[in-house]
């Protein structure tokens, strides 16, 4: 299956502060990827759909000046958490959609782990 | 709304034997299915899909089987082993190029 890589792989920082979260298709182009966050023995909760070269869709209560998504490039795209607090705290997955599969299978990456002290 | 979910949300199998994991949908209107894997602190891991014009597919050691009549999908793993030990999560789509929508997840554990 088609790969996705997420990076960094967790990240600890201070309440206040901006996170950036990388979600890259290694051996495909993507032009729709996903974002989700994952609360302990919880389901995936989808957030937002990016689209390379436009703005991406939110779901409903996701704030997206909280939660900016960029898609500059068919292999990229950018999760930045601005201005975190603790109950961002969470477990950040993303996924692409597979171009070559006829209903556009998602494969996911390995996820962020985010903690807000 | 409508929604995916599951009937189990725990099972536990001593290893060898088969594993059954069940998954209820609401939406008449799916028409494309996702079994995924997740491992503790891992992203899900494709396993098997199928469309809803069929109503069995096989891969290896596991077999996925659709009953639209009654909405209702299972995930069969033959001869389970520690290693399937996971969360398993079903996920349907109506169509292409819309989002997954994911069930609650059941959790698989293996018994050596």
């Known amino acids: 299956g088609a790969v996705v890589s997420q990076h960094p792989s967790w990240v600890i920082c201070k309440s206040g502060t901006s996170v950036k979260i990388e979600c890259r298709s290694l051996?495909?182009?993507?032009?729709?990827m996903f974002w989700y966050r994952q609360f302990p023995k919880q389901s995936l909760m989808l957030m937002a759909t990016s689209n390379e070269g436009s703005k991406a869709t939110y779901e409903q209560g996701v704030e997206k000046d909280k939660f900016l998504i960029n898609h500059a490039s068919l292999t990229l795209s950018t999760l930045t958490v601005t201005s975190a607090h603790p109950e961002d705290s969470s477990f950040y997955i993303c996924?692409?959609?597979?171009?070559?599969?006829?209903?556009?299978?998602?494969?996911f990456g390995p996820g962020t782990r985010l903690t807000v002290l | 709304g409508e929604s995916v979910g599951l009937h189990l949300p725990t099972l536990s199998v001593q290893e060898g034997d088969n594993s059954i994991i069940n998954c209820a949908y609401s939406n008449s209107a799916s028409d494309y299915f996702i079994w995924y894997k997740q491992e503790s602190g891992k992203g899900p891991q494709f396993i098997i899909d199928i469309r809803s014009n069929m109503d069995k597919r096989q891969g290896q050691r596991v077999t996925v089987l659709l009953n639209k009549t009654v909405k209702h999908l299972s995930l069969q793993i033959a001869a389970t082993q520690p290693g399937d030990s996971a969360v398993y999560f079903c996920?349907?789509?109506?169509?292409?190029?819309?989002?997954?929508?994911f069930g609650k997840g059941t959790r698989l554990s293996v018994i050596a």
């Open positions: 996920a349907e789509t109506p169509r292409r190029n819309t989002p997954l929508v």
């Open positions: 996924s692409a959609r597979d171009p070559l599969s006829v209903w556009g299978t998602q494969y």
């Open positions: 051996d495909f182009q993507a032009t729709t």
